[in-house]
């Protein structure tokens, strides 16, 4: 019997389950494969460090060169983590001609073209499937399932931290901070959480994601993004009034040649589908030209989701080299030729709809004086609420308005004139409503 040998970088939260997956279903992926998987290397910071897995038949170093100068490694897996290093390990990898599988999301969103370059140059697969929803199997959906698609939409909640705080705060009317606090005592948010909370994972997730679905390279650092720190349980009870919930989405877009990619909290209805992923699942709702809505869901992290994708992405490269052919699809679902050079959309050029949260002074005139400088911006108003008026005129009062589509730099203008005046009481609160393309009639 055939085996590929693998080279494992890194034994944390993902390569340790990837080691036990390949184990645990050993006979079930030799059936499906026809030949064997084993680890034979791995590269750690800390060797000696004690493992909660068996590390029998496998050597430990922490010597690169062990796995990537080593000729009877057929995979590198990539599951340290950072950018650097794991740049590192996957470039020199490539050059020795070994196919790689990573889960690094931040190195391909944010080294994309150094390494997708090289990936094309040399023409070798690497899978990356592990690096957004965890063990949601999108990635392939984009690059197989709808590979006859014009991806119209992307609309993603990716990022399991938030959507668990998002969900517990709309159950319990609770504050960020003690939702937070509680997430890490459990486990579900990092001792520092700023790539979770602020929106730079689900960021990386969706460079990741644009660029598969638009065939380039997005440059990174041009996609906006804002999480989920400012949300007060008040937003989310005047949301639920006007019949949407709060979701840290990802969106993209392909505009006039332009993509549109952002990351936000946003006002989804209550009614469709994304409204009721909760807790830290994961789901990404994808828009085709032909096949229209479709939806993934599951779990979009953790040791056995992830490191199940990650086995995905080991037979479906050790199919590859059974047959000794070459990576069967482009690793950015279009061929080289045809990969193209896209501009991410500024924010300010963007459409949509908006909740504008005002607290004001309880004054004669103040409405009036709102909708003025709007409708002067070009914005036309939906809706309206104001909740309570306070007996104490000093206590500022909330007014909330949904406008209709309007151009996110013309909302930024009106706040921008109104932000001054004389009975503002605080910052406005802007969030953004998303709205679909049409879903499936019957
Ligand atoms: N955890 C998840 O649920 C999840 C989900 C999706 C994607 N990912 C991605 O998967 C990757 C791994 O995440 P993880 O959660 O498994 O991380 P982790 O638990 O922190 O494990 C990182 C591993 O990499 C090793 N390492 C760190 N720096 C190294 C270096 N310079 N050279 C060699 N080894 C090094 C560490 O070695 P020692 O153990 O010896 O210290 C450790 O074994 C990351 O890119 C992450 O974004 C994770």
Request: glycine share 10%; aromatic share 6%; charged share 20%.
């Amino acid at each position: 019997m055939r085996t590929f040998k693998i080279g494992l970088f890194g034994l944390g939260v993902v390569g340790s389950s990837v080691v036990s997956i390949l184990r645990k279903n050993q006979d079930l992926i030799y059936s499906r494969l026809g030949a064997g998987l084993e680890v034979t290397h791995a590269v750690t910071a800390n060797p000696a460090k004690k493992r909660e897995i068996s590390l029998e038949g496998i050597k430990v170093s922490s010597d690169p060169a062990d796995i990537l100068d080593n000729p009877d490694i057929d995979i590198v897996v990539e599951l340290i983590g950072g950018i650097t290093t794991a740049a590192d390990v996957v470039l020199r990898a490539m050059d020795a001609g070994k196919p790689v599988v990573t889960a690094n999301k931040a190195l391909l969103a944010e080294k994309s073209r150094e390494i997708f370059h090289k990936v094309y140059e040399k023409g070798l697969p690497i899978g990356m499937e592990a690096s957004v929803a965890g063990g949601i199997p999108v990635l392939r959906s984009l690059k197989e399932g709808l590979s006859g698609e014009n991806i119209l939409e992307i609309t993603g909640i990716v990022n399991g931290t938030c959507n668990y705080i998002l969900t517990r705060m709309t159950e319990e009317g609770a504050p960020f901070a003690e939702v937070l606090a509680d997430a890490q005592r459990l486990g579900y948010a990092e001792a520092d959480p700023s790539f979770d909370v602020d929106g730079v994972d689900a960021a990386h997730k969706l460079a990741i994601l644009v660029n598969l679905a638009y065939g380039t390279m997005v440059p990174y650092g041009d996609i906006y993004y804002e999480g989920i720190r400012g949300i007060t349980p008040e937003d989310i009870a005047y949301a639920g009034a006007l019949g949407f919930t709060i979701k840290l989405l990802a969106i993209g877009k392909l505009e006039n040649g332009r993509v549109e990619a952002r990351v936000h909290p946003t006002l989804v209805a209550e009614d469709h589908l994304l409204s009721s992923v909760n807790g830290v699942f994961n789901a990404v709702f994808l828009t085709g030209d032909n096949v229209d809505a479709t939806m993934s869901y599951g779990r979009g992290a953790g040791g056995l989701p992830t490191g199940s994708a990650v086995v995905s992405d080991i037979i479906d490269i050790a199919r590859n080299l059974k047959l000794g052919i070459p990576a069967k699809i482009p690793p950015l679902s279009v061929i080289r030729e045809c990969l193209a050079e896209r501009a991410v959309m500024p924010i300010q050029d963007i459409s949509s709809e908006y909740y504008l949260r005002f607290q004001v002074r309880d004054q004669v005139g103040v409405l009036a004086t709102i909708t003025r400088v709007m409708g002067e911006n070009g914005i036309s108003i939906q809706s309206m609420l104001q909740p309570s008026v306070s007996e104490h005129p000093d206590e500022p009062v909330q007014v909330i308005i949904t406008t209709h589509r309007a151009r996110e730099s013309d909302v930024q203008n009106s706040l921008k004139t109104l932000e001054p005046m004389e009975f503002m009481a605080g910052g406005t609160q802007l969030i953004r409503i998303e709205r679909f393309q049409p879903e499936l009639k019957d």
